[in-house]
């Protein structure tokens, strides 16, 4: 069983900086690929970001590129999402999600492991 837990979640104003992160367990994911999505009220899960573990190949959304990263930490099994200049529209509960497909892939069916969710809130 695989387990996945999101932190670093919380309130900043717009401009700021947020940095989640992404604890794997249970499995290593070396051949895997894992991806950010975030859910904002009354809208549809999108997707963020995505890596490879492999290859350390991204994928991002038009609508955070240039200001989001994301990277991972291989020693201690966990996805970083580094966000910055922060925007309202970017307040959403964050999921953490693992995919066995070797390359970053944008949907959310293609991955198999989700986690619990961090909130993210910008205020203006």
């Known amino acids: 069983q695989v387990q996945l837990a999101e932190s670093g979640g919380g309130l900043v104003q717009a401009g700021g900086s947020l940095r989640l992160s992404c604890a794997v367990s249970?499995?290593?994911?070396?051949?895997?690929?894992m991806g950010w999505f975030r859910q904002a009220p009354g809208k549809e899960r999108e997707f963020v970001a995505a890596?490879?573990?492999?290859?350390?190949?991204?994928l991002f959304a038009d609508s955070v590129k240039g200001r989001f990263t994301i990277s991972e930490d291989i020693a201690r099994n966990t996805v970083n999402l580094q966000m910055n200049s922060l925007k309202p529209e970017d307040t959403a509960v964050y999921y953490c999600a693992a995919s066995s497909r070797k390359i970053p892939v944008v949907a959310g069916t293609q991955y198999d492991y989700w986690g619990q969710g961090t909130q993210v809130t910008v205020s203006s």
């Open positions: 249970g499995r290593t994911f070396s051949s895997y690929a």
């Open positions: 890596i490879s573990w492999s290859d350390l190949s991204t």
